[in-house]
């Protein structure tokens, strides 16, 4: 007793940040609304309707298999909202709802809950909620609706999108989302500045958006160079299919990008490499959720060979090093 | 065996607290590849479950003749020749079920259930005994498929019994399969595929490893004989390269 004041004694930590998974999620929602309100004006508000459905599965799948695991309920952080609008944002906006249903219930089910729940599911679920649902209904994903200048409008005219059919829309408006797409990858600019709201609040570090974008355009550039036009197929590589979505949103997932500095760049430069092979050589028109997939399940081995050392530690001699390797093997 | 065991106990092991595919993850391959469909599920399993309880009882008969150091190549020529014969029926009956199930008819001969239970049980068991736990296995075996192929095939082709006609002809019967309304026109394709091969083989292991656990008891420990589903049968136990001996050795090191 100092002054009469009580002494409070505790562990540490003494300070913590004011950071919890609740907020950082609801910042993830927050930079998701301009892309989210870009799709309602390019798609016409069934945009808005099926987000909201996958929304509304995603939550109700999170909470009714946490009662069944009877496990504690963990749909206030808000994790499963994220989930549910990322797909929604990988669906074009004219799928029938009940196919959405199954892509959020995959996701939610098998990839996130069945693995342990928020923080253990080994890839994005919202990434293997599209994988799953372009597997199995790959006519109806991958035939998008025109965009039609206007509100309240939906166009059911399906396009392919412009890496499919080789033709590629003015940049203004690839920028502006005026192209056939997935619901929320469309909007260049919406998603950019969603991209700068999340640096500001500092919830994602740039490091894996700017060199994953820029490790497509370092290989889109070499490619062009090859088939001519090196800049304007360059420009529309990066434009068009998901890839600022993917970069922004989904790459930069904490649960299944590196936590290491130097792992986030292997993860990123990895994700760009395995998009663009996939993008010139594969069968398929576009390669980001695959690629951010494959990435996704290397992240442990990543880890394990990023992991820094300790400061202050004296480095290890060659000696050293050999005696320890005589040691393993005995 | 130290301890004698109830006829009736060899044949029920198979079915779930030994299920071959689902507990001991045994013949894995076979599994992925015919349980697309509930027709091929059923051709594989009494295909694989004849050729079980043929090898089985011969390998019993033949248990004190085969010397032990050759014994592996005996039992392959004991089954390979029950897998022809089993093969050529298939031939020259069911055609449409030879091409469903393609190359997996003849690599029944290295399914490994059948080396497997050739060499954990019927090598040292009476021939009464080696039949039971053979058709145990078999019917086991076809069990799993068919639970697998009836949810792979309803949700992932929108069909059951789809072909099941081909099977029934044989013996005469006009058979049709079942087209479920709303999911036929809309599969979720991805179940037919590998993926989804993997996915539900992961789930229906899980719900078995639940019932044939269930509460309270102990979970299986890799370490150790204790907790081994193959411990009854193990060729290995209660020698020096028991895993029993081995976790010691490791406990000691």
Redesign the interface.
């Known amino acids: 007793m100092i002054n009469g004041k009580m002494l409070h004694v505790s562990a540490s930590p003494h300070a913590r940040s004011r950071q919890t998974t609740q907020n950082i999620m609801l910042d993830v929602v927050i930079a998701l609304i301009p892309a989210l309100i870009a799709s309602a004006i390019i798609f016409g508000l069934r945009a808005l309707l099926v987000t909201a459905v996958s929304v509304a599965t995603c939550v109700v799948a999170e909470f009714v298999m946490r009662k069944i695991l009877k496990r504690n309920n963990t749909i206030q952080d808000l994790s499963a909202v994220v989930t549910g609008m990322l797909l929604a944002f990988n669906v074009p906006s004219n799928i029938?709802l009940w196919?959405v249903m199954?892509g959020d219930i995959f996701a939610i089910v098998?990839i996130k809950q069945?693995f342990g729940g928020i923080g253990q599911n080994f890839i994005n679920p919202a990434i293997g909620g599209r994988i799953?649902m372009l597997?199995?209904?790959?006519t109806p994903m991958t035939s998008w609706p025109t965009p039609k200048q206007g509100f309240m409008t939906f166009d059911a005219v399906t396009s392919a999108t412009p890496l499919a059919s080789g033709e590629f829309p003015s940049i203004t408006d690839m920028l502006l989302g005026l192209r056939g797409g997935s619901l929320g990858e469309t909007c260049i600019i919406a998603l950019v500045i969603g991209f700068i709201y999340l640096l500001v609040r500092k919830v994602i570090r740039p490091i894996i958006p700017l060199t994953y974008i820029g490790t497509v355009a370092v290989v889109m550039f070499i490619a062009g160079l090859v088939k001519g036009e090196a800049v304007t197929f360059t420009v529309n590589q990066l434009l068009s299919g998901g890839l600022f979505l993917g970069a922004i949103f989904m790459a930069t997932d904490y649960t299944t990008s590196p936590i290491t500095t130097k792992g986030k760049y292997i993860f990123a430069i990895g994700c760009g490499l395995f998009t663009c092979l996939i993008r010139l050589f594969g069968s398929l028109p576009e390669g980001v959720s695959y690629s951010i997939a494959l990435m996704n399940v290397l992240v442990p081995l990543i880890e394990r060979f990023t992991t820094p050392k300790p400061f202050g530690t004296p480095k290890e001699t060659k000696e050293e090093k050999k005696a320890k390797k005589e040691a393993a093997k005995a | 065996m130290a301890e004698k065991k109830s006829l009736g106990k060899e044949f029920s092991k198979g079915l779930i607290q030994e299920n071959p595919v689902l507990r001991l993850v045994l013949g894995t391959c076979p599994t992925l590849a015919t349980s697309t469909s509930l027709t091929s599920a059923i051709g594989m399993g009494v295909a694989a479950t004849i050729v079980l309880v043929c090898s089985n009882v011969v390998i019993s008969l033949l248990r004190k003749i085969i010397p032990s150091k050759i014994r592996i190549p005996a039992y392959i020529v004991v089954i390979a020749s029950f897998v022809t014969i089993v093969q050529m029926l298939v031939k020259a009956f069911m055609p449409a079920l030879d091409s469903a199930l393609g190359v997996y008819l003849p690599l029944i001969v290295v399914n490994c259930i059948i080396l497997g239970r050739a060499e954990a049980f019927a090598g040292k068991n009476s021939v009464p005994a080696s039949f039971l736990d053979g058709l145990g296995m078999g019917i086991g075996f076809t069990f799993a498929l068919m639970v697998m192929a009836t949810i792979r095939e309803s949700l992932g082709s929108g069909t059951l019994f789809d072909g099941i006609g081909d099977l029934t002809s044989v013996f005469g019967i006009a058979a049709h399969g079942i087209e479920i309304p709303g999911l036929v026109n809309?599969?979720?394709?991805?179940?037919v595929?590998a993926?989804g091969g993997f996915?539900v083989f992961g789930?229906v292991m899980a719900l078995a490893n639940k019932i044939a656990e269930g509460k309270g008891k102990p979970k299986a420990e890799l370490k150790g004989c204790g907790n081994c589903p193959m411990a009854k049968s193990c060729s290995l136990i209660n020698t020096d390269e028991s895993c029993d001996n081995k976790a010691k050795e490791e406990a000691k090191a």
């Not at chain 1, 597997?135 to 790959?138: C, F, K, Q, T, V």
Request: aromatic share 10%.
């Open positions: 029938p196919m199954t098998i069945c799953f597997l199995s209904y790959s | 809309n599969p979720i394709g991805i179940l595929a993926p996915l789930l």
